[in-house]
């Protein structure tokens, strides 16, 4: 999407036809930056430091990491060390396995010679692949919006909610929520979106307002407690999240505090609607409230915020009393029963088993 | 309640016999200070710049700046000017305009001579009925408490979760929705609190958690995302909030967040109970989410924090994009229905007209 009115993607190949750009994501929103990779190396830490965040763009990093190794030595002993150098970088991030898994089994085969063409081509298809698939759920994401819109009165806007960053940032391109609003955006639809804030680690913030802000799409920001009452006051018409996982029967586990923004739109009869590439959709999972883990991450996550001080320094600073224990659970599961539907790259299906099945019988056979 | 072992006030008179000595709550929770008033002007101050803040030490303040108006002159013209004085500050406090109303009523008929010394004693008098009432609900809302415990296994806590600070710190003594708390943990019941940060100015952060951790009660900061998570995986027996406001219905106004902890609530079978000095009910208003206006605070609220920079500097920073919009609702209204009961000084109600007719024939029957 657009930065500074130039469309971009969050990663590239340079000009000299093999060193890669990313965009610096620690610096958001206060400053925006792009960093070059040269090496696996660079890869590695590009995704354990957190350049570069969210499953597909992670996957991407990976594959061109993928590539950079194999640019620099095509030996089957540096094709696995590549693998284990970025496989350890987030070992818990399905999108990264499947990325690497899906190089190493392109590759393997291939005689050494021909693996560092055959990787930069790879790389170039897995990004592509992730483009078209987000802008697949940005067409059929449009057809709600514009729904809504024809019945909206004329000058008044449609009223989008969205948690967290399931933006073109956590992406190749488009993003997952985002790309319908995106769309609908491109399309003239009048379109306003309240970002919540999305505490503790403030994605939306930082990314989701920042991106965007970028691309011209109106928008607040508001603290997560906001959006019950301006749904209560008829302000939203629609709420549309990602997930980071969504189980068979269509549980979606997401950022923590989408439960609650689900239950506000149930309460207030608002469509709630989920962007998701089918990719994250778990068969293997048939109650997502009950079997999907949630993380408890550091509590130092809710006791400091990072921002930037009236000198202009980028710091982080406490905001909890000093000794007050903390808890951090970092996604929330929101049952099937609160969503009113899961927008894929095939098309929106309701979340029910059966639906999703019918949607990816050649998915939901093997592992039902 | 405590403060370092030592029980205390939000507000006293000094060992002089009549300059007043307050909690400084600007530098929650950070550091600990009093701050001396010694005239209304103080008082004033005291309450413009949030020194004090929460309903009743707002009237309390107001009381003890009246006393002080009268040591210094006890005209009819400074009378009218300490009233008008003390309620220039926040005029949109209920109980601020509730305390002079009445300081005007005791003190006019007085002959000027009188005046001080029946200011001081109405000001100790005021304070120590907000005491009384605090400690009341706190007594109906402890056996509700009791019940919950009496069903736990033997070592395990009574978890409740609360929202901003309903806490002494807003009262004289014993806050409200903290009141059965601080009961319960005296008796040696074994509670914990769930104390949600309460964004935008996290009251939670720096009062509750602040006043819980120094009188020793159990509890750990979450953001105001976590609670549905915490209610759906049995995490939470009962939520527990304080009332800015309150419509004959039973509708509550409270701190912006408070419904979607309503909501989780429901959703979970958990009981959502309210504690409130009848003072809040406003018998005028039969549709609570229709009718109370809503505060639109200032968009810096959301941009900024205020925190404790690594070098120990208390200072605000910008956490938001340059240009992003911000909308900031300072409240909503949790409809009755998800309401379990008002914990009141005259015990608990079902949040039903009838139900608060019955408690308050005296005020129901005069204004419905």
């Known amino acids: 999407m657009n930065v500074n009115g130039v469309p971009m993607r969050t990663i590239w190949l340079n ?12 610096i958001f929103p206060f400053s925006f930056e792009t960093l070059t990779l040269r090496n696996v190396e660079d890869c590695a830490r590009a995704i354990a430091d957190m350049y570069v965040r969210g499953a597909p763009l992670i996957g991407a990093t990976a594959a061109y990491g993928m590539a950079l190794a194999m640019r620099d030595d095509s030996s089957d002993a540096a094709l696995a060390h590549a693998y ?19 190089f190493k089994a392109v590759l393997t085969p291939l005689p050494a010679d021909e693996r560092m063409i055959n990787a930069y081509k790879h790389a170039a298809l897995l990004c592509d692949e992730d483009v078209a698939v987000n802008s697949t759920i940005g067409d059929y994401g449009l057809a709600l919006i514009n729904d809504i819109a024809k019945d909206k009165a004329p000058g008044t806007p449609v009223n989008i909610l969205t948690h967290c960053n399931a933006g073109w940032l956590a992406t190749v391109d488009w993003g997952t929520a985002t ?3 995106y769309k609908a955006h491109d399309m003239g639809i009048n379109v306003h979106v309240w970002v ?22 109106a928008h607040h920001v508001i603290v997560d407690n906001a959006g019950g009452h301006l749904m209560q006051h008829g302000q939203v018409d ?13 549980d979606v586990c997401n950022k923590i505090g989408t439960y609650l923004k ?11 609607y989920v962007a998701l590439p089918s990719s994250t ?6 109650d997502g409230v009950a079997n999907i883990p949630i993380e408890e991450r550091s509590g130092t996550e809710v006791s400091h915020v990072l921002g930037r001080t009236a000198d202009g320094k980028v710091q982080t ?26 927008i894929t790259e095939r098309g929106i299906a309701a979340a029910t088993t059966e639906a999703l099945a019918a949607l990816f019988p050649e998915r939901a056979g093997k592992t039902s």
Chains 1, 2 share one sequence.
């Not at 000009?15 to 620690?26: F, L, M, N, P």
């Open 84 to 102: 284990e150098t970025l496989h350890a970088t987030r070992p818990t991030a399905i999108n990264l396995k499947w990325a690497l898994d899906r």
């Open 179 to 181: 790309s319908p609003i």
């Open 262 to 272: 689900a239950l506000a739109a149930r309460d207030n009869n608002i469509p709630f």
């Open 15 to 26: 000009d000299d036809g093999w060193s890669v750009e990313i965009i610096d994501q620690t």
């Open 238 to 250: 629609m709420v549309l999240t990602g997930t980071d996982r969504t189980s068979a029967n269509g």
């Open 281 to 286: 959709i778990d068969f293997s999972l048939h």
């Open 317 to 342: 600073m406490q905001i909890t009393p000093d000794g007050s224990p903390l808890a951090n659970p970092a996604f929330d599961v929101t049952p099937a029963r609160l969503v009113s539907g899961l």
């Open 196 to 217: 919540d804030e999305t505490r503790p680690r403030n994605q939306g913030n930082s990314l989701t307002a920042w991106e965007l802000g970028q691309h011209g799409v």
